[in-house]
């Protein structure tokens, strides 16, 4: 470091006293990098005036990246494994990192060194890079209904992370404290979250006939994920879906279903009506049967085929 010192420089360190450099700080942006992601170190100093002789970038103790604006070639690189310096945006005062991986994490730190006092002054910055979970989280219970009384039993994993992501609970949007979390290395070299839900169900917790389980990941404020599950209670429980068919392939199946409607609406509903009609004897009134029939051909369609069945009754 102190080879070549210039002779007046030399005199000025002897004569000593000299301090012209001050707040030497390392910004690093963003705080946290996401993996394969840019990093930008900038490195703030007060330099008081006094010319700059160098700044040295260091990964823990490895230098990679040094400015010298009195030499030929102001920047050198120096080769360090999964390290890769933008060179077009780096300069005396910042570096830029590119494609980070998790194994970079760690302290980094640049060394500004002043001209004529040979005033040296280090900052250093923990850089974590981080991988954010790659699928939203999974949340599965042991039924799909319960009553009243009955223990709802669910558990909820999240994709393997760095750090693992934090999985919230919640019932009808209210987070549940008492719920337990454990953390499971992957294969990756990642870790996972899980946490199981053991919950005695009310009937309060059916808010307007629904009660909803909601699991969040979380990872700081960078990443959420929910998946949920929606429990009814019988009254109010929507029928079974039925199968809905996607896109082109629906409409076209609707304006199908509407063009021959006219035509075999009246054709297959007797048929149905009159075969299910024979399973009843004269003491269901009207509107028994009407309740009957709408319950066994379920939702719209249903409605709309009972009543063109009943007016042809
Ligand atoms: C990160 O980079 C280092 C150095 O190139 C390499 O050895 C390591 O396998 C990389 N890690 C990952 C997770 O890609
Ligand atoms: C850096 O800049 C040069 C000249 O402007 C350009 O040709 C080169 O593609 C750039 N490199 C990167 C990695 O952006
Ligand atoms: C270094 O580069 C940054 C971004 O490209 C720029 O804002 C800054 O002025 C440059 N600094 C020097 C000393 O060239
Ligand atoms: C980073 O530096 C701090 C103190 O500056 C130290 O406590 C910590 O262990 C270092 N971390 C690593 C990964 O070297
Ligand atoms: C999660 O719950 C499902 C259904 O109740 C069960 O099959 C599975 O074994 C549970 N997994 C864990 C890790 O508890
Ligand atoms: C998880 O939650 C704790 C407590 O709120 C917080 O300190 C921590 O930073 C969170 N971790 C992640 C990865 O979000
Ligand atoms: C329906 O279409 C959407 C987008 O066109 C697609 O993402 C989805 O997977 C499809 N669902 C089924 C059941 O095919």
Redo the contacts with the bound molecule.
């Keep these: 470091m102190f080879g070549g010192i210039a002779f007046p420089s030399l005199l000025l360190m002897l004569c000593g006293g000299v301090t012209s450099l001050r707040d030497v700080r390392l910004l690093v942006k963003p705080p946290m990098v996401i993996r394969g992601g840019t990093a930008a170190l900038i490195c703030f100093r007060d330099m008081q005036g006094a010319p700059l002789y160098s700044v040295k970038w260091y990964r823990g103790n490895h230098e990679f990246y040094r400015y010298t604006p009195l030499d030929e070639k102001p920047t050198q690189v120096f080769g360090l494994?999964?390290i890769s310096v933008d060179l077009n945006n780096s300069n005396g005062t910042q570096v830029v990192l590119k494609r980070m991986?998790?194994?970079?994490a760690g302290n980094f730190s640049c060394e500004v060194t002043a001209d004529l006092s040979f005033a040296t002054q280090i900052a250093t910055k923990f850089v974590d890079v981080i991988e954010l979970p790659s699928f939203k989280p999974v949340l599965k219970a042991d039924k799909d209904r319960y009553q009243p009384g009955e223990r709802l039993r669910a558990n909820c994993t999240s994709a393997p992370a760095r750090p693992a992501a934090n999985l919230t609970i919640k019932i009808n949007d209210e987070p549940l404290r008492s719920s337990e979390t454990s953390l499971h290395p992957s294969e990756t070299?990642l870790l996972w979250t899980s946490v199981n839900v053991d919950l005695k169900v009310t009937p309060e917790l059916f808010l307007s006939g629904r009660l909803r389980v909601a699991c969040v990941a979380t990872v700081y404020n960078l990443y959420e994920k929910q998946a949920t599950l929606d429990f009814f209670t019988p009254e109010t429980d929507p029928r079974p879906e039925r199968i809905t068919l996607n896109g082109s392939a629906s409409k076209c199946f609707q304006s199908w279903i509407f063009l021959f409607l006219p035509i075999f609406l009246p054709m297959v509903v007797m048929g149905q009506v009159e075969d299910y009609f024979e399973n009843f004897d004269d003491s269901f009134t009207y509107e028994e049967k009407k309740h009957h029939l709408s319950s066994l051909l379920g939702g719209e369609t249903g409605r709309v085929l009972v009543l063109t069945g009943l007016v042809s009754l």
């Design positions: 494994p999964g991986n998790l194994t970079l070299g």
